[in-house]
């Protein structure tokens, strides 16, 4: 077992947390609809920039997803909502919960660094450290904001594609509920209910969810393939935040979420199965000075990783635990009208465990960063960070964005230069993978103590333009990355090691339109160019098609009745190793969807997933479901 000396004050300090209720310092400010227009045009504001900003003001690409925004398209799983991102390819060994992972402009899944209400969520136990979107329900998500490009300055390792930061619903003044409940293909069943009340100082909600599905055949039914892999989950999450004084307040979080998917492994049906628990929870203190312009937060953040893995007989194959925990200090200062102040330091442990392996690293950071404002049309950033590594090479990264806008004619102008790391990941430093053959096991060393980070310098320009009193916005964006120093597995399963072997190079267009035709009438659409090449052997990278894109069609007739359709472009990739790369086709997937309002209180929806029934593959020998159907019931008070 991990050791449980640090467990207990981080334990405690969060489920008090978890109790309070009020509105704290950084709650959420108003966001408008990403893929509609709004005529009044309300600002969008970003959180995970450190500071709250208007979105026009951020010199980086940033796409911000409402509550609204995945409950008006019926999204399933986290994984539905950013296929529509620009510049971001999801791809799942599977559906209903299999093994989902980001690649952030060409940058592998564990170069993309996810945060749930501003924890980091990345596995430390797992192979490279990244975080498995498979299954990740978003009943409970307020927001979603992608931000593409390297944050390694905001936000230090793992950051090198960009950050995808997720906010869970919180407290409001007064009372409400909201719940659904849906069935459909596979034998699918998800619900999820949630109630948030509070008053003036006090302020709290509380949502549980679960799903259950017979799933398709993760190992492709189109091979001989016919044994269900069937998934099921349950998460529940609580949030809270108090006023104990006019400029000092207390919030906290915890979501805790257990998943059991059974498992193939692409080549036919194995009978396998896992078992993934995941607690994940902050508690901040925040405090105002200096008539409000000094904001100081101090925050305990904790994760808690338990995976299991059983084979067709029942026994264990891997049993993995991860801790990592964070105290972090916050300071912003509004310094002058024009200039706007950040900076901060974090500590932060992490340990990861499996039957064969156990490693214990840390790493202290300090960052700073400027927000200046010399015009009202321009504003610059700029920052610097430092993180003291443990067991690997320490870190250096900065970064510099501007925008300017000119309003007379709704162009907004950015730009974006900045560098990026990764840390390599426990089972990468000191990992060993062990196998038996005749009696004999043997233990093979993967893991690398010698690996230093990998880093990454990008850049980028774009032009965001607004047309007809906002009706329509149009955005256009250029992005080149190299990173060096990329980790991969070098070698045979039985003697191989981690090395740092490869640079790669990424550069690309994405492109988005959003219409609002009629009063009743938006349609969006996004497209994606990508070249994300190895620098050896100029090979495209695998699973990396070289174009993406969708199209959403919502219409509103009445006030009761909402349409929508969704149409995704997935273009060819590659997959597997050099000699024995496979070509994956293109896909063209739509998907159909209503909802009616039958009373104020209650709606009834459905939707139809694949209309076409296009048969295809993300991962080679992987499974994809065929045309399938849902229906359910919302209400809310």
């Known amino acids: 077992a991990m050791p449980r000396a640090t467990r207990a004050p981080f334990a405690l300090a969060l489920?008090?947390?978890?109790?309070l209720a009020a509105p704290a310092f950084g709650q959420d400010a108003q966001t408008a609809p990403s893929g509609t227009v709004s005529a009044q045009a309300q600002p969008v504001i970003v959180e995970s920039t450190r500071i709250p900003t208007e979105l026009d003001k951020i010199g980086a690409s940033v796409t911000v997803i409402t509550e609204e925004d995945i409950k008006e398209a019926q999204d399933r799983q986290v994984t539905d909502t950013l296929k529509r991102v620009p510049g971001l390819n999801v791809?799942?060994?599977?559906?209903?919960g299999a093994q989902a992972s980001v690649f952030l402009r060409g940058s592998a899944s564990q170069q993309t660094l996810v945060l749930i209400d501003g924890v980091e969520v990345n596995d430390p136990s797992k192979t490279q450290g990244a975080f498995d979107f498979g299954g990740l329900d978003p009943s409970n998500i307020e927001k979603i904001e992608v931000l593409r490009g390297p944050q390694s300055t905001l936000y230090g390792s793992d950051a090198i594609g960009g950050v995808i930061s997720i906010t869970t619903k919180s407290g409001k003044e007064g009372f409400s509920a909201d719940a659904f409940l849906e069935g459909g293909s596979y034998e699918t069943v998800?619900?999820?209910?949630?109630?948030?009340?509070?008053?003036?100082r006090a302020r709290g909600s509380l949502t549980v969810s679960g799903t259950d599905s017979e799933g398709i055949s993760i190992a492709d039914e189109n091979a001989g393939n016919d044994e269900q892999d069937g998934f099921s989950d349950v998460t529940v999450a609580t949030k809270g935040s108090v006023d104990l004084a006019e400029n000092f307040s207390l919030s906290g979080t915890v979501n805790v979420s257990q998943q059991s998917q059974e498992l193939d492994f692409g080549s036919g049906d194995t009978g396998d199965d896992s078992d993934t628990t995941r607690l994940n929870g902050r508690l901040r203190a925040s405090h105002t000075a200096l008539n409000g312009r000094l904001k100081n937060?101090?925050?305990?953040?904790?994760l808690r990783m338990h995976r299991q893995n059983f084979d067709a007989s029942g026994d264990l194959d891997l049993d993995a635990d991860s801790e990592r925990n964070v105290f972090a200090y916050q300071g912003t200062?509004?310094?002058?009208?024009?200039?706007v102040v950040t900076f901060g330091a974090e500590t932060e442990g992490t340990e990861a465990q499996t039957d064969d392996w156990s490693g214990d690293f840390r790493t202290t950071s300090g960052y700073a960063s400027a927000q200046i404002t010399p015009l009202d049309r321009l504003t610059i950033t700029g920052g610097a960070r430092y993180d003291a590594n443990s067991d690997t090479e320490n870190a250096a990264t900065g970064r510099v964005s501007a925008s300017y806008r000119l309003r007379e004619t709704g162009t907004t102008i950015r730009g974006l230069w900045g560098q990026g790391f990764r840390t390599p990941s426990a089972n990468e430093l000191v990992g060993i993978y062990s196998f038996s053959f005749n009696g004999t096991t043997t233990n093979n060393q993967v893991g690398n103590p010698n690996l230093v980070p990998e880093e990454s310098e990008s850049w980028e320009v774009g032009v965001d333009q607004t047309l007809f009193n906002n009706r329509i916005k149009g955005s256009v964006t250029y992005f080149n990355q190299n990173i060096e120093n990329n980790i991969f597995y070098s070698g045979s399963i039985f003697r191989g090691q981690y090395q740092n072997i490869d640079e790669t190079e990424h550069q690309g267009v994405e492109t988005s339109l959003t219409a609002r035709m009629t009063d009743w009438a938006t349609l969006s659409a996004n497209y994606t160019y990508l070249d994300a090449v190895n620098v050896t052997d100029?090979?495209?990278?695998?699973?990396?098609?070289?174009?993406?894109?969708s199209a959403t069609l919502q219409l509103a007739p009445t006030d009761k009745l909402d349409l929508g359709t969704t149409v995704r472009y997935r273009g060819q990739s590659e997959d597997g190793r050099v000699p024995n790369r496979v070509t994956l086709g293109d896909a063209v997937i739509v998907d159909v969807r209503g909802s009616y309002k039958v009373t104020e209180c209650a709606s009834i929806y459905g939707r139809i997933e694949n209309l076409l029934n296009d048969q295809y593959q993300v991962a080679d020998g992987f499974g994809t479901p065929d045309i399938s159907g849902f229906a359910g019931v919302r209400v809310s008070f």
């Open 15 to 19: 489920l008090a947390g978890s109790a």
């Open 91 to 96: 791809t799942q060994n599977g559906a209903f």
């Open 190 to 200: 998800r619900g999820s209910g949630t109630v948030r009340g509070g008053t003036e």
């Open 297 to 302: 937060r101090v925050s305990l953040k904790t």
């Open 333 to 339: 200062m509004d310094a002058a009208d024009w200039l």
């Open 538 to 549: 100029n090979e495209q990278l695998v699973r990396r098609p070289r174009h993406t894109g």
